[in-house]
């Protein structure tokens, strides 16, 4: 298999066959790690849909060019768009949390500071972390054969995260709870995507809390946004696994081509 490298765009607005320009350092250094050769083959993305089959053209100390071979229509996304607001767990999970999000099929990712959070991050420490996630969210898309990278967002407060909605359009927002009046995750899907799971104009939004979850007063906040408390069951899961199994979960149903039919005592948790 070619090693397959993410690399933004040059300056010409669209990718063309035979088109020969030089790797941004990242994808040189990695390039330079695989010993390739002048005459080696590559896959190449930049993110704006399917694959480029290329060659290394010249090898420098420090540039790599390249030459675009053919395109592949090639697509493995989800059939709609989630993306995961999440409470951000401390120490290197988030890192894990970021890569396996971007392995499952998420559109985005959204780091927000909450009233219980471990990590607090702010100012240009934050901003950091957000290219620190988004290098991890590239490297997960390469891995794992996505031709789209989610987008990591920057750090913000729940609140302010709840009062602009900076996500875009919606179709349905989930909050993650251990409620007993919370709707099973299989409703929820019923509920919210009662016709297809698989328009291609659906968009999910999951809010997760951080370790401890949310207080009662951001979930009543969250509710009153719009955000409909979704059990995933009877355990308490960790703040980096909640989210991963909500995905999960969503990727085996929008698998199927509908959405399941409701459960017997549909609303109630799991």
Not at 210 to 234: C, F, H, N
Request: hydrophobic residues 45%; charged residues 20%; aromatic residues 4%.
């Amino acid at each position: 298999m070619n090693p397959r490298l993410f690399s933004e765009a040059p300056s010409a607005p669209a990718w063309r066959a035979g088109e020969t320009f030089a790797l941004p350092p990242t994808a040189a250094r990695h390039v330079q790690v695989l010993r390739l050769q002048p005459g080696s083959a590559l896959t190449l993305f930049n993110g704006s849909g399917g694959q480029w089959q290329a060659e290394v053209l010249r090898m420098g100390r420090h540039e790599v060019e390249v030459r675009l071979l053919k395109h592949e229509a090639v697509e493995r996304e989800l059939p709609l768009a989630v993306t995961l607001a999440i409470g951000m767990p401390a120490n290197d999970r988030m890192d894990d949390l970021v890569e396996k999000a971007t392995e499952l099929g998420a559109s985005g990712i959204v780091p927000l500071v909450s009233e219980r959070s471990v990590l607090r991050l702010s100012g240009e420490r934050a901003t950091k972390r957000q290219a620190h996630w988004q290098a991890v969210a590239v490297a997960a898309s390469e891995q794992c054969g996505r031709n789209r990278v989610p987008v990591v967002h920057p750090v913000q407060a729940l609140d302010a995260f709840l009062g602009q909605g900076s996500v875009g359009e919606v179709s349905a927002r989930w909050q993650l709870s251990l409620a007993p009046a919370a709707t099973s995750l299989v409703d929820a899907c019923f509920l919210d995507f009662p016709v297809d799971l698989l328009k291609a104009s659906a968009h999910l939004c999951v809010l997760s809390g951080p370790e401890g979850g949310l207080s009662t007063v951001e979930q009543a906040r969250a509710q009153q946004a719009g955000y409909r408390p979704v059990s995933l069951g009877p355990r308490t899961l960790r703040a980096d696994t909640a989210p991963l199994a909500a995905l999960a979960a969503v990727t085996v149903l929008a698998g199927r081509g509908t959405a399941p039919a409701p459960s017997a005592g549909q609303g109630a948790a799991a």
